[in-house]
């Protein structure tokens, strides 16, 4: 399999309550390397302009306050078919569905905040590295 990077966001939820490091654990002890990452505070409209293939959800409003509630990590990550395998360790989107040992069902609050983001396939990984990173900040 290919080695791919992928996007990831420890969200609000999780750096309020300090899990920055659990969660980064997490990802090497799976075999993904952090090859960018940065703490930032996002503000309305960048909540709204990453989460913009949501905005006609019901939870979309929401999603968007929540995620500027307190400061985010974003991280690229990369290995063997990261996309797929961050998408393991993080668990299901809900974290009453998601399976034992994943970030969800160990962090998670709820569905909305559930700790960390990851995209959902490498055509979006490319278009969400580039919203937060410049080729230049990720060192692998
Ligand atoms: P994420 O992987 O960041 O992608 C979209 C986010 O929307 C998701 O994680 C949750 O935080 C949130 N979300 C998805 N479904 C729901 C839902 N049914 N109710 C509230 N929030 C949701």
């Known amino acids: ?11 609000p939820d999780a750096t309020r309550r300090n899990l920055t ?7 090497e002890d799976a075999g993904l390397r952090i090859v960018a990452q940065r703490r930032v505070q996002l503000t309305r409209g960048q909540a709204e302009a990453f989460y913009a293939v949501h905005r006609e959800r019901p939870f979309f409003d929401s999603l968007c306050s929540s995620m500027t509630t ?4 974003v991280q690229v990550l990369e290995g063997e078919g990261a996309v797929a395998k961050n998408r ?30 990851g995209s959902d396939s490498p055509e979006n990984a490319a278009i969400e590295i580039g919203f937060f990173f410049s080729q230049v900040d990720i060192v692998g």
Not at 89 to 114: C, L, W, Y
Request: proline share 6%; charged share 25%; hydrophobic share 40%.
């Open 88 to 117: 393991e360790v993080m668990g299901a989107t809900n974290p009453e569905q998601a399976d034992p040992g994943t970030i969800r069902k160990d962090f998670a609050e709820s569905i909305e905040a559930n700790s960390v983001h």
């Open 21 to 27: 490091g659990k969660v980064n654990a997490k990802f």
């Open 1 to 11: 399999m290919a080695v791919e990077r992928t996007l990831s966001i420890i969200k």
């Open 70 to 73: 307190g400061p985010v990590v």
